[in-house]
C-alpha cells in the first residue's frame, strides 16, 4: 500500500494505491488520486478519481468521502465510489492507537468494502465484499524508528468469496505480519512502512508526504495533549 500526499492545512492533493498479491500473482491492484479540503481541523472532504488496475477488467471510478480524527482518538477514513455501468461501491478503514507505555503501542484496525451489484467478470458480489480485521505491536525505539508485528484477518465475503470458490482463487485468511516504520521531518514529513505476511505475500509500503505547519497530529502529539489533561481542542479534560 501507498499513502502521500502534497500541500498545506487547508488544501491537499492525495495519491493512495494498494495491491495484493497471492502466490506470486497480482490478484487486486488499484490507485487514487484525490483532492482534500479541510473544513475542519480534524476532519477533510476528499474527492477524485479511482482507477483498478486487478481483477481485470481494469474499471474507473469517481470518488468523494470524508476522513480525520474521530472523539475517542479513532482514525477514520470512508470512502464512496460511483462508476460505469451503474456500479457503486464505499470502504470504511477504522484504526486507533493504544499507549501501552511511552514507546509500545497497540493499533487494532478494521477495513470493511461493500459493493451496489454483482460484477461477476471482476469477481465481486454485491454487499459486503471483503474484510479486514486485525492489530499490529509497535516499539518505538526512538521517535522516528518502530518496529512491529501484528495479526491481521483478510478475506472475501459473501457474494464475493462464493465467486472466488467457483474459480478456484484463495479467499483469504489469517497473517502474520512484520515490519518496519521510519519517519522523518524537514520541511515536509516523510512517513515509512513495510510489512511481510507469514505467507510470503510482500503487502508493501506506506509513505506519507506533507508539508504545512500545521499537520493532523500524530500518536506522540496526542501524548502531549493528554500528559497535560487538555483535550485536542485546548480545553481542560
Known sequence: ?????????LNRIWV??????????????EVQVLYARSFSRWWD??????????PSPQH??????????????????????????????????VEYELLLTNRLVLQPL??????????????IGAGLSTGEVGFRVRYEVRREVAPYAGL?????????????RAEGRDIGGWHLVAGLGM???????????????FRGTVRGFHPVFGSG????????????WLSKSLTPNGLPL
Open 1 to 9: 500500500d501507498n499513502k502521500s500526499w502534497v500541500g498545506g492545512d
Open 152 to 164: 491481521v484477518w483478510h478475506r472475501k465475503l459473501f457474494g464475493t468469496a462464493d465467486l472466488a
Open 45 to 54: 472532504w476528499v474527492a477524485g478519481v479511482r482507477h483498478d488496475l486487478r
Open 213 to 224: 505547519a500545521r499537520r493532523r497530529p500524530f500518536e506522540r502529539d496526542r501524548r502531549r
Open 60 to 93: 474507473t471510478w469517481l470518488a468523494f468521502g470524508i476522513q480525520g480524527l474521530a472523539p475517542q482518538w479513532f482514525e477514520i477514513d470512508l470512502t464512496g465510489y460511483v462508476g460505469t455501468g451503474g456500479h457503486t461501491a464505499a470502504r470504511l478503514e
Open 110 to 123: 478494521v477495513e470493511l468494502s461493500v459493493a451496489g451489484k454483482d460484477d461477476a467478470d471482476r469477481g
Open 16 to 29: 493512495k494505491s494498494e495491491g495484493e498479491a497471492v502466490d506470486g500473482v497480482l490478484d487486486e491492484a
Open 183 to 197: 519517519w522523518w521531518e524537514g520541511v515536509g514529513s516523510i512517513y515509512l512502512q513495510g510489512n511481510v505476511s
